[in-house]
Antibody, heavy 121, light 111 residues
Framework: QLQLQASGPGVVKPSQSLSLTCTVS??????????WNWIRQPAGKTLEWIGH???????TYNPSLKGRVTMSIDTSTNQFFLRLTSVTAADTAVYYC?????????????WGQGFLVTVSS | IVMTQSPLSLPVTPGEPASISCRSS???????????VDWYLQKPGQSPQVLIY???NRASGVPDRFSGSGSGTDFTLKISRVEAEDVGVYYC?????????FGGGTKVEIK
């Protein structure tokens, strides 16, 4: 069974960069037919899609994040990564990594457990 | 694409039906004939889990008391008989185009 686990610093200072790693087990990030996503959820609010990356590297980001996002993937370690620059308190949220099926059944079929990142000095 | 859900909160009685509405600011009907909307349930303290994809298809393992319907810009999730384990926040999500977007959520709680 596929498992995704996000990890990284739980506290980031304002104006600095947030870096998270999603480690995938029970399946390969190198398989086609999937997009690897980052999604976040501020406390008590709805979900916000940050972006996704394909195994071969193409990325798509949410324009609302105004160029602050970079995603990458390492098929040798079965991980994908998120970097968000110039963070503010508004970036405090639970961050989920998730797998989106593409093709005939497009939906998110696996979510990580969520990782809380707090932006605070 | 903006996804708008109603109601925000839905108190339900076990054994009774429940219905959640989701409206999109643009049609989610693809040329394939599929509507690119999914429904997820986020139980308390958990990550979301898929219930319905492409508007009306139940995901594997989802009980048949859950059903999805609608086309274009108006969609509905129905629970035929609510059970205690169905409490949580329900979200619709569109996958027609990026940025992928979610509705604001509907909190279902037992009366």
């Amino acid at each position: 069974q596929l498992q995704l686990q996000a990890s990284g610093p739980g506290v980031v200072k304002p104006s600095q960069s947030l870096s998270l790693t999603c480690t995938v087990s029970g399946g390969s990030v190198d398989r086609g037919a999937f997009h690897w996503n980052w999604i976040r959820q501020p406390a008590g609010k709805t979900l916000e899609w940050i972006g996704h990356i394909y195994a071969s590297g193409p990325t798509t980001y949410n324009p609302s994040l105004k160029g602050r996002v970079t995603m990458s993937i390492d098929t040798s370690t079965n991980q994908f990564f998120l970097r968000l620059t110039s963070v503010t308190a508004a970036d405090t949220a639970v961050y989920y990594c998730a797998r989106l099926r593409i093709g005939t059944q497009p939906y998110i079929d696996s979510w990580g457990q969520g990782f809380l990142v707090t932006v605070s000095s | 694409i903006v996804m708008t859900q109603s109601p925000l909160s839905l108190p339900v009685t076990p054994g009774e039906p429940a219905s959640i509405s989701c409206r999109s600011s643009q049609s989610l009907l693809h040329g394939s004939g599929n509507n690119y909307v999914d429904w997820y349930l986020q139980k308390p303290g958990q990550s979301p889990q898929v219930l319905i994809y492409l508007g009306s298809n139940r995901a594997s393992g989802v009980p048949d008391r859950f059903s999805g319907s609608g086309s274009g810009t108006d969609f509905t999730l129905k629970i035929s008989r609510v059970e205690a384990e169905d409490v949580g926040v329900y979200y619709c999500m569109q996958t027609l185009q990026t940025p992928l977007t979610f509705g604001g959520g509907t909190k279902v709680e037992i009366k």
